[in-house]
């Protein structure tokens, strides 16, 4: 079986719980877990911990848009991280897609998605 998943609390827990499934109850062999959608991570654990203990600003201007995207980002990779984490505690290897924006054209996406399962299965 290879089970896929996205980089969030829910359906990492829901992948975990399907995981004790397949490989407790119906004894079939977990092949690869693949997370869909993981973005680059920009921020160290301690600036991610810093942004994390900072309120999204209120104000309009550019700087605390900014801000509250720096904020957003380094909660989204907070949780990211913890997924990663505990999905890697299973017994199979972990396949990472990356996050495409919009705007490539599908043959390009689908290019991307190609490249990022050849490095990790050579990894």
Do not use: W, Y
């Amino acid at each position: 079986m290879i089970v896929v998943n996205l980089p969030e609390e829910m359906p990492t827990n829901e992948s975990l719980e399907l995981c004790a499934v397949l490989q407790g109850e119906l004894q079939l062999p977990l092949l690869a877990l693949v997370v869909n959608q993981v973005v680059p991570e920009i921020f160290e654990a301690m600036q991610r911990d810093q942004l994390a203990d900072l309120d999204e600003p209120s104000e309009a201007d550019a700087a605390a848009q900014a801000l509250g995207a720096g904020i957003r980002r380094a909660a989204r990779e907070q949780v990211q991280s913890q997924s990663l984490s505990r999905l890697a505690a299973l017994s199979a290897p972990l396949l990472r897609l990356p996050f495409l924006a919009e705007g490539a054209t599908p043959g390009t996406r689908v290019s991307k998605l190609v490249e990022a399962l050849a490095q990790a299965s050579h990894t």
